[in-house]
């Protein structure tokens, strides 16, 4: 049996699915990283989580990055 689950959305109301790309949309601090993920980074590869309003992700430096979803868009 196949759990359903609600559709993971960006900022812009496209649909999120595992492997998409993504850009981030404003400059974002990151928590324990020390650094700031600047507007338009590219992440790859993302990964949903079980909860529709975020996405695991990873950039050069930082890996286990957790992002909101109303803070990327679709590459």
Known sequence: MEAIL???KD???NILKDGDSVHVIKD???KGAGETLK???LIKNIRLT???G???GRTG???GLVLKTEFVKKA
């Open 50 to 52: 079980d909860n529709p």
């Open 6 to 8: 609600d559709d993971v």
């Open 61 to 63: 430096s930082i890996k």
């Open 28 to 30: 974002l601090k990151v």
């Open 39 to 41: 507007r338009g980074t």
């Open 11 to 13: 900022s812009n109301g």
């Open 54 to 56: 975020e996405i695991e």
